[in-house]
Every structure is written in structure tokens, then in C-alpha cells.
């Protein structure tokens, strides 16, 4: 008996909190006795460091303890190297956090850290990707357990014999994620038990994490991620700034935060890896796909492996009788890169809607049309039927509301005044996964219903779609329902990530709430009167007997740009989303992730680029000054729809998942707009005003 909770727009439950300050964040918790520690950056890129000189620092009043790898707690190997903190004198990275200052207030600890003097003995260094790297290998396997390489039919023959062929390269430069909080975390040590205030995406992988490297049992470690502002996969699980304060909270004997500067977001939290893309498409006379290749390059660390997944998307988003996907990867002497909002998709569709666009005009065939006539009947991939796939009718409803049909596909052929005006489309798709979770809900005399479980709310509105999905499922007003979240004392339920979290998560609150319901089938009202009721559940064992299914999201982006004549300048005039990705929970929140997700999309494409200088191995514009992010003026029209979409095959409450097929697309519709606009096709990213000019006089 549904009350009509799910579907409706419902402010965020903690909206109010969050814009009075009165919503906790990971440093904000009053904590007695709190003391302050600030990291300190390796200043080379690669080496030993052969003596740290601590003596001013220490001599600084407040100044309580410099850690360093010659004094710092001992850890156990962290199952991420990344994490194995101050344990030994070796630079891995530039920027690598080689030491921590702490003291009793924060500028003593940021001016102690200051003072730290470091020297090294350095080596020569590698730190740039190129197509050409001697070190390029093969990796077993790309993120998170894909196939590196796919083939099937005879791409080199297929592609040989076509009338109508694409072979071009792209390149994305290295992106930061930058969530409006950092990395943040408040530890305290009592009694050989610790607990963090930490900001994540999950507080028990984060616990799992610390209690194994400090060597505790897991319930030693409580970690608490109440709120938390922004993630975009950089917090996904445990970084430096929650092994930093703990290990300086055991040092000091006293609680400690710590926040990572902005500076120190580029690169020691993870990055998206900068990729070079080879996209090659054959098509007969009418658009028909026969081949396509895709072959990705990429970066990672020499600490560990991490390929991004750049051809995946390939694998399953457009047919072709002859295909073939391939991954290679190259150690730098790196930060490790890391998730970044649809890792893998992301980039890899920047470079084939990119592709597309190309096709379509060597064919003389329009993009939404080439795409129509490219839509799978069944996933290239697996051969199997697709739990369901609306591309098309994305790209249909997109092109009707954006006003497609009266285009003229000639470049340069719009033009107001100085300023040359285009359209461009792109498809999207995004995995809908779920993975097990756990879920309690507590059924109270005074008629309130208490739902608990480990979901993370990293600005998503998770918190909001969880308590009206549980209304529903309880069959109450959701007044009645009350939630706790961000707890590893919670029941367990999977990070805020890979778009899994609302179908994850309302699996197990739907299935508690039932067995919460049989429970009380004979108490009148479905209230207790002495006393409280409680169910749980886990979807363990459903999640892992789900038929295995190709399940995606799908969406279409169109975009419209101007370019001025004089100057280059590339000006977003208006952005369409139209997205199939099953039932939208929250029309108010879930549109805020669509365009967001795009919002980063046009940030992907005209402004974001991590600027590395080879002489100091590391990118020179890290901060907020001189790494540009699309701000609200950049975005002049912005909307994002949905098709109504009914899919059984994915969990009880038939979600997708939105988090990130907003950004999947948004980056090639900007550049396809960019080249209808001006006749220039940019194959590097970001769309800078110098790649535009020559062709402006
Ligand atoms: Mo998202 S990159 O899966 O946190």
C-alpha cells in the first residue's frame, strides 16, 4: 500500500541544517581537548628523503609533535599502498604527505608545518603520458574487473573493406575532483578504541581500512559520516587525511583534525588519469556501423595499478558486426589515479560521441538519426536482451524539446552578430548496478517508525529518497519515518558510489520494512503498544542470485554553444539532458544530480585541465585561482528531463541510479556543438580559445 511518498519532490531532509550551519560536518563536532594537525608535502618528485630538521617547528609555541616516517606509529600494510603513511623515507610523488605538524590551534599548525625542513636525495623522473611510453603494458584486467581487451569478428578486415571511415585520436588532460569540502577528519583514541569523524562515501569500508592497518578489531573503529559535501568518487574510501589524524590522534594522545588544503586535493586523493584515445569507425553508405576500435592509454602510479576502464563504453553502445576494444597503461611516478564521477564512461564517450559526430557527417547523415540507426537490439557485449534500453527514445524526446529538426548541419552556418552559433548531440549510458546491503527499521509505540542503515548522503539527497522509499514500503505518512544514516554502528550497506547507491540501498529498506510489516500483520494500527519492534534484513543472497542482465542507463545530451569571432570564446548558450534511468525517486533531487552531472560535463569540456610541468613532475595549477571549474555564470540554461521507464529486472524499487550519466556525453555534445559552430573539430580537451582562433580570422 503505497502512501505516494516515492516520486514526489521533497525538499532534503536536512536542507534547513544545511543552510543554517547547524549540520555537522566532519571537523565541526565540538570535541574536548581537540588539537590541530596539518600535512606537509613531499617537495620532490621522486626519491629518499635523507633528514627532516623538525627543531623550528617544534620550537613554535602550540606546536605539540611533527610525525614523519621516523617516528610515526607503525601501521600494518594498507590494502591501498597509497594509504602506508610516514612508514618509510621514499617520495613516490610529488606532493606525497611525508609528515604531519600538530598543535594546539591551527595556524600554529600550518605555520609549524611551514618551518619543517626536509632534504632528499632525488632521481630522475617520468611523468607524462604519451602514446609512445616505453612503459605502456597490459594490464590483467581494467577497473573495477572488466576484460582489458575485447575483439570479436576481424576489425582490421571489417574496417579495410568500408566505404566510409574514422580514425582520429582524443585526448582528456588530467581532472581534479574538487567536492566543496575536503577531505576532512576529527580522530579520537580512547581506550585502544578509535572513532573518526570522517568525510567519505562509506563508513565502513573506511572502518575496515583503519581497524586493519592500526591493527584493531573492526569494532574498535567507529566512523561517522553524517554529512558530507561532495565526493564525486575522491572519497570513496579511506585517503590520507583520515590515516593522517589518526595516526597523529595515537601520537598526541589527544583528539586531532585534520583537513586536507585545497592544494593538497591535487593528486594525493586521486584523479581522473589523462587519456589518449584512438577511435576508429567504419560505416557503409547509409551510417551502418561494420567496425569500430577503440584503443585507450592511461596512467597510474608506481605505488599501484589502477587503469581507468576508458573502452568500456564501447563495448556496449553502439552494434557493429566487427569490433574491438583494447587498455594499456603506463607506471609514471604519479599520485595513483582514482574515481572520478563515471570513471571509464566519462572520457571514453568524450571520444566516441565525439567519433559519432564525425561519422555522422562523413556520411551526410544527421547524429541523432546515425545513433537511431546504430541502437543494439541486444548488448553488442554479451548478446544478451537489455533489461531495458531507452537511447532512442531519449534522443527523440531530446530532439524535441531541444528543437533538433530544423537544423542545418552545415558548420559556420549560424551566426549573430560576431558570435557563430552551434548544436551538437551525444549519447549517454552508465551501468545500473546494486550490491548487497543490510537495513533495520524499528517500529515504535508512540508511532514512529526509526529506519537505520550505513548509506552515506554526500549531497546527493540519498538521506530524503531512502525515508520516502521507506514510507512507502511501511505504508505510512513519511512524517512518521524517521532515518539514521552515515554510521559504521548502522547496519552495512556499500559506499555512495557508482551510481548504485539509491538501488542498493532501497533493496534493503524495502525488504526490511516488509519483514517489519509481517511482524506487526496482527497488532491493530501496526503500532506496538508495549514496547518496540524491530526487523532487518540483507539482500546478500538476492543480489547475488540476480540473473545476470546487460542494465543500463541511457540519456541524450544536446548542447548549443556561441563562439565569438574575435576572441575564441566559447559561451554554453543552453544544455538539454533527457535521460531513461528507471523510476525517479525525487524529482527535485534527482534533476540536481542530472545537471550537475552535466554542469561538470561543460566544466570537462571548456574548463577544467590539470597543467603539468615535466621539470617539477607535477601539475602547476592546483587550486581553485588558476584550476578552472564551471561556476553558476558559465551556465547560462541548463534542464534535464526523464521518460517515464518501468524496469522489472532491476531491484524492488526500480531505480537506475543517476549519480553520474549526467556528466556520460555532456563533454562530446559541447565539442560537437563547438565544431558546428566554427567547422573546428577539438580532439584535446578543454576547448581553449587558442585552439579556436586560427580558424576565427
Ligand atoms: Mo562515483 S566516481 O562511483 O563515487
Not at 596539518?38 to 635523507?50: H, K, N
Not at 563495448?315 to 594499456?328: K, L
Amino acid at each position: 500500500m503505497s502512501t505516494g511518498a516515492v516520486g514526489r519532490a521533497y525538499p532534503r531532509l536536512e536542507g534547513r541544517e544545511k543552510v543554517t550551519g547547524t549540520a555537522r560536518y566532519a571537523v565541526e563536532y565540538p570535541v574536548d581537548d581537540v588539537t590541530y594537525g596539518w600535512a606537509v608535502p613531499a617537495a620532490v618528485v621522486r626519491g629518499r628523503i635523507t633528514r627532516f630538521d623538525t627543531a623550528a617547528a617544534l620550537a613554535l609555541p602550540g606546536v605539540l609533535d611533527v610525525l614523519h616516517h621516523g617516528n610515526a606509529p607503525r601501521l600494518a600494510p594498507a590494502p591501498e599502498p597509497e594509504l602506508w603513511l610516514l612508514q618509510e623515507p621514499v617520495v613516490h610523488y610529488r606532493g606525497q604527505l611525508i609528515a604531519v605538524v600538530v598543535a594546539t590551534s591551527i595556524e600554529a599548525a600550518r605555520e609549524g608545518a611551514r618551518l619543517v625542513r626536509i632534504d632528499y636525495d632525488t632521481g630522475a623522473h617520468s611523468t607524462v603520458l604519451t602514446a609512445d611510453h616505453p612503459g605502456l603494458y597490459r594490464p590483467d584486467h581494467v577497473n573495477p574487473s572488466y576484460p582489458t581487451d575485447t575483439a570479436e569478428g576481424d576489425f582490421d578486415a571489417g574496417y579495410a573493406a568500408a566505404p566510409v571511415r574514422i580514425d582520429h585520436v582524443y585526448r582528456t588532460p588530467a581532472y581534479h575532483n574538487n567536492p566543496m569540502e575536503p577531505h576532512a577528519t576529527t580522530a579520537q583514541w580512547r581506550d585502544g578504541r578509535l572513532l573518526v569523524h570522517d568525510s567519505n562515501q562509506g563508513a565502513a569500508p573506511v572502518q575496515a581500512t583503519l581497524a586493519e592497518m592500526f591493527e584493531v578489531p573492526r569494532d574498535a573503529v567507529r566512523v561517522v559520516a553524517e554529512h558530507v559535501g561532495g565526493g564525486f568518487g575522491s572519497k570513496g574510501y579511506a585517503k590520507a587525511a583520515v590515516v593522517l589524524a589518526a595516526l597523529a590522534a595515537r601520537q598526541v594522545d589527544r583528539p586531532v583534525r585534520l583537513t586536507l588544503t585545497r592544494q593538497q586535493l591535487f593528486g594525493p586523493v586521486g584523479y581522473r588519469t589523462p587519456t589518449i584515445q584512438r577511435v576508429r569507425l567504419a560505416a557503409d553508405a547509409d551510417g551502418r556501423l561494420t567496425a569500430i576500435c577503440h584503443d585507450a592509454i592511461s596512467q597510474t602510479s608506481t605505488l599501484r595499478e589502477f587503469t581507468e576502464q576508458t573502452a568500456v563504453y564501447t563495448r556496449s553502445m553502439y552494434a557493429a558486426p566487427h569490433r574491438r576494444t583494447t587498455h594499456r597503461v603506463v607506471r609514471l611516478d604519479v599520485p595513483t589515479p582514482f574515481w572520478m564521477r563515471a570513471p571509464g564512461e566519462c572520457p571514453g564517450a568524450y571520444a566516441l560521441e565525439s567519433a559519432m559526430d564525425e561519422l555522422a557527417i562523413a556520411v551526410g547523415i544527421d547524429p541523432v538519426e546515425l545513433r537511431i540507426r546504430n541502437d543494439p537490439a541486444v548488448d553488442p557485449d554479451l548478446g544478451q536482451p537489455f533489461s531495458s534500453r531507452n537511447l532512442v527514445a531519449c534522443l527523440r524526446e531530446g530532439a524535441r524539446r531541444f528543437g533538433w529538426a530544423d537544423r542545418d548541419p552545415t558548420p559556420r552556418a549560424r551566426r549573430d552578430g560576431r558570435w557563430l552559433i552551434g548544436t551538437g548531440v551525444a549519447g549517454a549510458s552508465y551501468p545500473a548496478r546494486a550490491r548487497a546491503a543490510d537495513a533495520a527499521v524499528t517500529a515504535r509505540p508512540d508511532g514512529v517508525f526509526l529506519l537505520r542503515i550505513d548509506a552515506t548522503d554526500i549531497g546527493t539527497g540519498a538521506r530524503t529518497a531512502l525515508w520516502q522509499v521507506a514510507a512507502d514500503a511501511l505504508g505510512v505518512p513519511p512524517e512518521r519515518v524517521e532515518i539514521r544514516i552515515g554510521d559504521s554502528d548502522l547496519p552495512p550497506a556499500g559506499i555512495a558510489g557508482g551510481s548504485m547507491g539509491t538501488a542498493s540501498w532501497s533493496w534493503a529498506v524495502i525488504r526490511a520494512c516488509a519483514a517489519l510489516r509481517e511482524k506487526l500483520r496482527n497488532v491493530p494500527g501496526g503500532v506496538p503498544t508495549d514496547g518496540e519492534v524491530t526487523a532487518e534484513a540483507s539482500t546478500a543472497d538476492e543480489v547475488r542470485e540476480q540473473a545476470q542482465l546487460p542494465r543500463y542507463a541511457y540519456g541524450a545530451q544536446f548542447a548549443e554553444v556561441r563562439v565569438d569571432t574575435d576572441t575564441g570564446e566559447v559561451r554554453m548558450t543552453r544544455m538539454l539532458g533527457v535521460f531513461a534511468a528507471g523510476r525517479v525517486v525525487n524529482p527535485t533531487t534527482a534533476r540536481s544530480q542530472l545537471i550537475g552531472g552535466m554542469t561538470m560535463g561543460i566544466s570537462m569540456a571548456l574548463h577544467e585541465e590539470g597543467v603539468l610541468d615535466e621539470r617539477y613532475g607535477d601539475w602547476v595549477n592546483h587550486d581553485l585561482a588558476t584550476y578552472h571549474i564551471t561556476g553558476c555564470a558559465d551556465v547560462e540554461r541548463i534542464d534535464a528531463y526523464w521518460i517515464d521507464e518501468q524496469d522489472a529486472e532491476l531491484n524492488p524499487a526500480g531505480v537506475k541510479g543517476i549519480g553520474e550519466i549526467g556528466i556520460v556525453g555532456a563533454a562530446a555534445a559541447i565539442a560537437n556543438a563547438v565544431h558546428h559552430a566554427t567547422g573546428v573539430r577539438v580532439r584535446d580537451l578543454p576547448i581553449r580559445l587558442e585552439k579556436l582562433l586560427p580558424a576565427m580570422a
